[in-house]
């Protein structure tokens, strides 16, 4: 009888010349003819791998002697946060707010680590912006950086790539790299983005967010790996599967504990405007016609928190449902809309005009509109790379005095040049209020920043805003 030995299989551990009667441990399962478990058990099978003698083929990543360049010292809630980490055998994640220096507390990670690493962001801008902060950090030392998404797939020890490359190459790419670095960890929990962390073998892996997901309507922890597997469209503790599959939060700081030493001071101000009497008119008789449904059909009752999502399929064929979706959908449009959010905007450009603002709606169509009131430049995900690039370098530069946008400007980019946020609309979230926040809360010298939240009195903007704080 052939060696033994443990390969890397499209995103599996596969058991080679092991009979069925041996008993591996329990990540493996008998499937046609091999013992096979998930690569993500790799972490927790190799020391038995070893012992058993049996000849582990999986890695192929390689050591790496990284100098890091940067030469800053840094702040010793970094170092606790590194020590804490590194304490944790290189797994788990780090909750830190924006601006606080997560990029520069990775690159000290990856180079105590010294290994094959792949950072794995949400957007092509934050891939930009690694592959830029990679080569200025560790230079030749490092070699040549990967990029990995689109048509530009090329990987080294070190790449950068998409949660969509990583999800749709990760059987390619899962035995390379031994440390894993999620960069705004908390999309990870998406539906098919957290198979990359089954399939990759990587026994090291930091998360890094400022808004780690809360347990949320789950009681208890308990069903395991293999039955998130078999439950891929209906994980609800994302808390829960992200300390599984990448560590539990090893540091965390919050805003107020970095305000005024390593965050610029702040103050939020929230401004209450009414509707229009036409607009208001027409906001009570679509909310009549929502609500109406609702009472009707009984669904929170019936459904609990699962009730919208119930409302929403059932207008999919029911008439009637499908009226109250549409009524529903036109009160939002006015609230998020309202004339009266222009005026107050008005108002904060002229009282603000030697600041830099950035300015955030609901959607792209008030956001045009605003765009063309102002002669702002608008950012939304329709905008090019290019012009993209283009707007915020002038903004940097001040060129630029606003930017108004939807939410692609919610989190990864680095404009620590706005102090003035100002919230027209957006979702019920509290991660995208911290996230807006967090925008504006780079310090510079001593100079406060401002979030101005723009809420219309006596409609369901009220309910929204309090849910985006958190307070309800």
Known sequence: MQAPRARFV???????NVNQEARPPEPFQWHEGKWRSPAFHYRAVRSWLRKEHIRDTIPRWQKIP?????NRRPHPYQTLALNAWLKSDR??????PTGAGKTFLALKAMSRTGVSTLIVVPTIDLLHQWYACLENAFGESAGPVGVWYGLEKEAHPLTVTT???????AETLGNQFKLLIFDEIHHLPAPSWHEIALMCA???RLGLTATYPDYAGVSGRSGGIRERQRRYGSITDSSALLDEIVGPVTYRKSIDDLTGKQLAEYRTQRIRIDLREEERTAYDAAYAVYTGYLNKARLRGQYGPAWWDEFTRRSAFDAEARRAKVAELKLKEIVHQARAKLDILDQLLREHCTRQMLVFTAHNRFAYRISGRHLIPVITHQTKAAERKAVLDNFRAGSYRAIVTSRVLNEGIDVPEAKIAVVLGGTAGAREYIQRL?????????TEA???EVIVRKTVDESIA???RGKG
């Open 202 to 204: 990587g026994p090291y």
């Open 66 to 70: 990284l100098r890091l360049s940067d």
């Open 450 to 452: 401002v979030l101005y």
């Open 10 to 16: 499209g995103g599996t551990i596969v058991l080679d």
């Open 466 to 468: 309090r849910r985006r």
């Open 438 to 446: 967090g925008r504006v809360l780079r310090k510079q010298g001593n």
């Open 163 to 169: 949660y969509h490359s990583a999800w749709a190459d």
């Open 91 to 96: 797994w788990g994640s780090v909750v830190l």
